[in-house]
């Protein structure tokens, strides 16, 4: 069974490559559909965090489907950009998100209160 060592978001900058990190979704933006070099696509943005920080989290395609709001995901392998001024974090791709259940990760509102309009 692989050892998931991952970072925090108060660790990511925006050189970040290689990115393995568990968050909590926060909130998720409406879906919209792009054209891009690969062809059509759906893409959000999701506000996702820890207990050190939040990041805006790129969700493109069936990663969409696979997330809510309030749910913890990993990512692996995965990136950050800088988009409009902002650092976002996405999986690209070569890398991964999944969901996972992890009792002990801070909650929605405990992430939320701790860092409000992050």
């Known amino acids: 069974m692989k050892v998931f060592q ?10 970040s490559r290689r990115v393995d990190i568990r968050l909590r979704i926060l909130t998720l933006e409406p879906v919209r559909d792009v054209q891009t070099r690969y062809g059509k696509a759906r893409v959000t943005t999701a506000q996702a965090g ?15 489907d696979k997330v809510d709001e309030g749910v913890i995901v990993e990512v692996e392998n995965g990136f950050i950009k800088t988009f409009r001024g902002e650092m976002e974090l996405s999986a690209g791709r070569y890398g991964s998100i999944a969901i996972v259940d992890d009792p002990e990760f801070p909650s929605r509102e405990d992430i939320m209160s701790k860092h409000p309009g992050e």
């Open 50 to 64: 820890d207990e050190t920080g939040t990041i805006k989290l790129s969700l493109w395609n069936d990663d969409i």
């Open 6 to 15: 991952k970072m925090k978001v108060h660790e990511l900058t925006s050189a």
